[in-house]
């Protein structure tokens, strides 16, 4: 059947597990939920591929190159122009097998590429044996690897994508390998309940310029890279500002460049910010301010790291932390 109806090993996976579990040919098999979902598809859904091509048709071909290490994963969608995505593991993703990362490094980077990649024939080169494994072969043994090689393929088949997946040696996966190894000292967050504090004065902030999908404390959020959730790359290089409450905590290195793109397109924001007067721009965040700035707790007390890297907000304990309201209409 996996000739003629593509996800046939991926829905009968659950059910060979059930199998299994069976000791003598009189005990009584036990179908749980999930079995049962994927029994009720092939009851509703086997006509859907009735009069299919025996082959699939010819697709536009694309590669697809992807990495990942203990703290991020990579990937390159190998297209003419050439796009790139990228993102951070939070905590609990650390303490996975290396095989759960990179398989997941593949699903992400399908959702970040969708756009590009719909109703195309998509080859996925891996230095990973297993991921390639278990996304042609739709699943394995592995339950938590069968569990993200099912959401992969779910995704590819309501989208039209065909997936391939090929061995690549790490050695010629060099683009891949290094950019998801790049140390993660800007990936920590706000707490909760300060951000929330200060939604409550200046929000509701309708997007968090400088953050990734494990960072983003707004619905909505730019990102260095392109990840599976982000509605811009690089803040820097967007034009809505003006039309945005804007939440920014930006690397330090980059509050320069803020300030201009905030004054330049007259936009509303909240900055978060070191008591650095030495700076250009503290003394800018001065000019702008439209209020007194709230100091915020020891940085200790705030910041949240998502990675094992030393977050920026920590490299000197005796910075005093604000959190600036300005306005670039009035610079």
């Excluded at 098999?29 to 025996?54: M, P």
């Excluded at 990179?102 to 297993?130: C, H, R, W």
Aim: proline fraction near 4%.
């Amino acid at each position: 059947m996996t000739k003629a109806v593509i996800p046939a090993k991926l829905l009968l996976r659950k059910l060979y597990r059930c199998i299994k579990q069976k000791s003598t040919w009189q005990d009584n098999l036990v179908i749980d939920k999930a079995t049962e979902r994927d029994l009720t598809w092939w009851w509703s859904a086997l006509d859907h591929w009735n009069g299919r091509a025996f082959k699939s048709q010819c697709k536009e071909y694309v590669q697809m190159t992807t990495d990942a290490s203990l703290e991020g994963w990579e990937s390159n969608l190998m297209i003419e122009s050439g796009y790139q995505a990228q993102g951070f593991w939070d905590l609990d993703m650390m303490g996975k097998s290396s095989n759960h990362r990179e398989i997941m490094a593949v699903y992400l980077s399908l959702i970040s590429f969708l756009p590009n990649i719909k109703g195309k024939s998509v080859q996925v080169l891996t230095d990973n044996v297993s991921t390639a494994a278990y996304i042609n072969f739709q699943g394995g043994q592995s339950l938590d690897l069968s569990e993200v090689a099912t959401k992969m393929w779910s995704l590819a088949l309501r989208h039209n994508i065909t997936i391939k997946a090929k061995h690549l040696a790490r050695h010629l996966n060099t683009v891949a390998d290094g950019l998801s190894r790049i140390p993660g000292q800007y990936e920590w967050s706000m707490h909760p309940c300060l951000f929330q504090y200060l939604d409550a004065v200046w929000g509701p902030h309708s997007i968090d310029r400088f953050a990734s999908m494990n960072t983003t404390l707004c619905p909505r959020y730019n990102s260095l890279y392109l990840d599976p959730f982000t509605c811009g790359v690089d803040s820097l290089h967007q034009s809505d500002w003006a039309t945005e409450n804007n939440f920014v905590n930006a690397p330090i290195r980059l509050l320069d460049r803020v300030l201009e793109i905030i004054c330049s397109q007259e936009a509303y924001a909240t900055v978060i910010a070191p008591a650095w007067r030495a700076k250009t721009w503290y003394q800018k965040l001065k000019e702008l301010s439209i209020g007194p700035p709230i100091r915020l707790p020891q940085a200790s007390q705030f910041c949240i790291p998502h990675s094992i890297a030393m977050p920026e907000a920590l490299k000197n304990h005796r910075w005093a932390w604000y959190a600036w309201r300005i306005c670039g209409q009035i610079s």
